[in-house]
């Protein structure tokens, strides 16, 4: 579900590969977060451009993961939101939770 782009001192750079992302998936999303976090000690900079639809239980499992990552002094940053998916972050204040940047290329020191 989540494959590794490339890495850098401080940054994981992924891809999650779903189309759906909801409450069939929310867990496993959830649990790859956090081994991410565990394994590699670094923020996780998500490309989640291929998201077309997200729901309520997947948004949980991502401020959770975040929780997580805040817990251990990593950040999860997410880069690429479809239009749609951008506009429902905005319109639930999410943007305000999570960094959210155009490209890998935007992110601030990587």
């Known amino acids: ?17 779903l189309k759906e992302a909801n409450m069939a998936n929310a867990d496993l999303f959830k649990a790859e977060l956090i081994v991410l976090f565990d394994k590699y000690h670094k923020n996780v900079i998500l490309n989640i451009g291929k998201v077309e639809y997200i729901d309520s239980s997947f948004l949980g499992a991502l401020v959770s993961a ?7 002094k990593n950040d999860i ?3 690429s939101l479809q239009k749609d998916i951008a506009d429902l972050f905005a ?3 999410l943007d305000k939770v999570f960094k959210i940047y155009g490209s890998f290329d935007d992110v601030p020191n990587h």
């Open 1 to 17: 579900m989540i494959s590794i782009y490339k890495e850098d001192t401080d940054n994981l750079f992924a891809e999650l590969s």
């Open 66 to 72: 975040l929780k997580y990552g805040i817990s251990v």
């Open 77 to 79: 940053i997410l880069v």
């Open 91 to 93: 319109l639930i204040r």
